[in-house]
């Protein structure tokens, strides 16, 4: 019930410390439907990336504040373990995994046909296990799956990837060790069908070229990976 | 916080009831049969230790981080275990996010117990200076899926990360502490515990109880016993009470099932 | 308004470090009806404990969690004052005194008449004024007689009585410093009349036959404890 | 968090107004008389110092911890006095578990700056190394039944209690402090205080006021007054404003009843 | 849209570090409608401090403990800026400020016409920007202000200013250094047309004939402020 | 907590979005055009450096407080850049008093960000001894007034209270730090940055939205920029997507209008 894929084609630029070409992705693999209770749910292995998620919804919201009249409320909440990082991380949430949160439930929307469910809410919840840099795409890349699992109608499945810059060139897929030294991360979400996008972020320094290409690298990483997605589906539900 | 709903039908809980009677399962288990078990260790590389234990469709993943810190001043020359769970809101709609409650408390303290009163880890090697400086071990216990039974799925899982837990060498020289990461060791591991819980439901008692039986039990009883059949940790939960030959079966049952339990550990 | 009464019978035993017998009881006095404001109230002192409990209800639940359609819900706060121990306990709620509200609610619980007051709660707060070891059975145990005087109508009247392991011995109702330098504690409480077992904790190393030792000797202490809580009543209602 | 609910009906709202109006009381005290008043010592043997007070059915339990700490940056040289309070919902169906709310946080608030500013204790003797250590004493006020006036309860058991408390004799040596708990002494007390607080029901003040009397007051008001008549704190409460000559009516009484309560921390 | 006044005489006792007189305020300015968003608003500097006023209301009240059946629920924030002391305050509310929101609350409430509202809310925000002593009734003064350019309907307008000793002198209006060295510290605020009081404090050592020394200066402050809260409303409404 | 009460009625959302798909704003402004702005520093006398900003009638004070603590462990050499934001509830009656909500966070977040990652500060130079002290800047953004934009004028508002904030001179001798307080200097800054936000709205993207422009958004996007036009921070919001054509032409947009911001850090 497992999908390995290995991406990119090495093109003889400077090479990694992981030896990846500049638009090369880590090792992926996504599982469907991997827990019991909740009723949707995947796991991601990306890199040195493990990241679990549930779906659960779309159900009665009993909380004013995620009621919406005329559509389904996303509400999601991204958490480490604290046995996920290199220091203990302290339960519960803070000032980042908030921010996370919030930008997670936004790339998401724009694929969820909300209107359907008026009044109720759809409650999505990312685990990562261990994190090795990217979580929050690989949390979004996860979700999608999961929602797809839950049977919840969507456009299109959101996925996301990052570029970033490191040792002044611009790749895709920044492993952790990339993103410390690294001078930019530029964290991307899309709707592959339209190639729209729906999570940007940009944190570092690049010129208005540099950050066109980590756009462009991101998002051809993006449509990469969504096929990984798919194929995690079909391996659960057959064609 | 949690919403304890009865989210058992009557219908459901007079026919789970019914077959116990007739000691007969829902599932087709016998009254002190387990669900399938399943025990993976090593499985978080950042994790000190870490196991990922499933028993029926409850799943854990446990992982420990060693730590130096500073011992407790009544105990100033044995190091530290703290266990800590979360019944994350992933594992079932009637967790939710927030600080720990009773639920959560109640199973990170006796998982605690069971393990420390066990004297499973040899705590008086983890000192590094006496008063001063410890290793504490963190057990945190992250609750991904919930199908009844978390306290022996905890005692497992924990069991099984403390024995895959490797700690760096230390030194200390001119009382400044050199760690050596090249080399590692495991914990000081003694005798190995694990925990048998069982359920009351109309008459009688069934082991490992399922989510629906834990819906309806009347009481539960939790028994941790070690590798030579001490038992070091005990807690009855419910709104019903136990007879003393109810309390002393189980003891028995558990002494015969533990022996199963540990083949896991073993691996 | 005070009852003292002291219990066992050494028996040529190793003797304990306060002088007791293995299977002799703690100075012990129970009071009913300590408090104007609560609806019922008691006061014990234990050996050195002191313990002071609150009873209010039944009366309407207005909070969700707190009700059931079809009896009374029992809610239990036990706290320990900051002064009560050799170094200040900062106030509030820890993880020791929300598991030992929880247990003691179950403890109680199977006395209590509940079937007769749906939808309502019966809330009992018990104040550690100081604490000598064994402050769980001693709440239990006030509780029971604050209950009574509350008027709350009962089965029986729960009791609650520890019995341990210390240097190598079985004995009763453990002191603090028996509980620090023993093997083992196990706390018990029961329904007198039937002898049934509410609470049951171990908490250390014990044999089969120890524990089995432990458990009659801790339901004997209660046997006896239960007579003063009697007491305690007759003197506030007389016969 | 509090449920400040009327549960005095307006009908007993009108019948005490009316009674005191024509200077009487429901329980047949005069304007200016306390209640029965209690107060036990040394009541707890793990406290630094304990006092049980009772006015009327009003009961705390107060306990001091005498710990070694270090001084506010901006008072290097001087003890320190932490008071808190906790209205348990054991003494109220209106105080409800959870963090401090306003009107304990104003109780102890009143009550620390009423002994701090009295000068009670001299906190310079409470000095260990300057600017580094200090003797800090915790007040825990622990209010266990509530039948109105907590103020002057608070302040004469916290008085009482610190009388009552004594800490061991310190040495430095080598800038390592060694702490004689053999050699025990009495905090360095100097001359007392009391607090005497008054309501305004109809058109009167009434000293101590009890529960029902606290219920319907249109404004409240607190003196702080030690042994040699020193004025060293003063809180209104309530929804409704004092005329001076109401103000300056208090502080007499307070001069003359503060006496009457001074007796009770001789004993 | 600034008033600016200096009061008092000084008639000759001992000079204070700033130079005023011992019946002397500090330099006051105060600003109506300074806010965009909050229904009325206020600004106040008073020596050094630094103090911002916005009310909101009446509303209805959702929340069961705001709400009174026969009048509105007067709610006070008082708030320091982390910046607004010399060491950075953390912010959210301490018990300081919760106790200074209590006495501000009930300091205001004896102006307010509360039973024209019933079962709402009126919402007083305090917000400190800088603090250099009396900060308490510079709120209290601010806020009578906000409160009339909301247009909530006032028997008068509440006017706060502290009394003091410092040096064995009773001296009008303490600064931060004042305070810090002096004996005592008496705020007040007054109904002026009444001259009744609403709000009463004293910390510190005073006889008898001090405090009354005292709380009669602190009264004349009140008047003297309480003309410059008339000028602020004229500047912004007119006659 | 907030409650995100959508308060602008249909009607008005319909009227907004039909005068922007004709590249008209309720207020005139063209699509790129910022509303009044008005920047005052130096206005907190306490503060290590203050500013007031206001982009119409969106009001921040913004102050800075450095002080001296211990460097992160992953950088011992550097200083500490900390940003804190509070939306006040006095500043709309969205804003509720308590923790930091998500918004609240964000907005701290990214600016935070938008300044680290330009470099503005030289933190290097912020090192007073390495991997023990160094200087800790606090930056509190105090929301007063919403009407719109908090990010543009939060980044205004702290660049501008960075360049006002003065530290004092510090020497190390044997290991102690002096502190002289009669040297000020200012933080070491390198170039400036700003941000810039644009707001979708119907097929149109126009700068700096008003709360009621912010309330009908679609999608949200804020560009940090140096003064050499590096972008060092970019962050997208709102419920839909953007196109890449959208968002490379913000970036041009964002070229333009930084100088015009830029120029009001120069006074």
Known sequence: MITIITLGTNIGAKSREDGRAFDELRNLKIEAGVLERADGSAYLEFGGNKVLVAVYGPKESFIRRFQRPDRAYI??????????????????????????????AEALQPAVILEKYPRSVIEIFIEVLEAEGGTRCAGITAASVALADAGIPMKDMVVACAAGKVDGQVVLDLSEVEDKDGQADVPVAILPRSGEVTLLQSDGNLTTAEFEKALDLAIKGCNQISEVQKEALKKRYGE | MVNKMNIVPEITRKSITHLINNEERVDGRAMDEYREISLETGVISKAGGSARVKIGNT???????????????????????MTNSELLPMASPSFEPGPPDERSVELSRVADRCIRESQMVDLDKLCIIPGKKVWMVFIDLHILDYDGNLMDAAVLGAVAALKNTMIPEVKVVDNEIIIDHENMKPLPIREEVVMCTFAKIGEQLVIDPSFDEEEILSARLSIGITASDKICAMQKGGDSPLTKEEIMNAVKITESKSKELMKYLEC
Chains 1, 3, 5 share one sequence.
């Open chain 2, 59 to 81: 799943q854990i993943m446990v992982g420990t981080k060693p730590q130096i810190g500073e011992p407790f001043p009544d105990t100033p020359d044995v190091g530290v275990l």
């Open chain 1, 75 to 104: 509400r999601c909440r991204y958490n480490m373990a604290p046995f996920s990082v290199d220091d203990r991380k302290r339960p519960g949430p803070d000032r980042r995994s908030i921010e996370i949160s919030k930008i997670t």
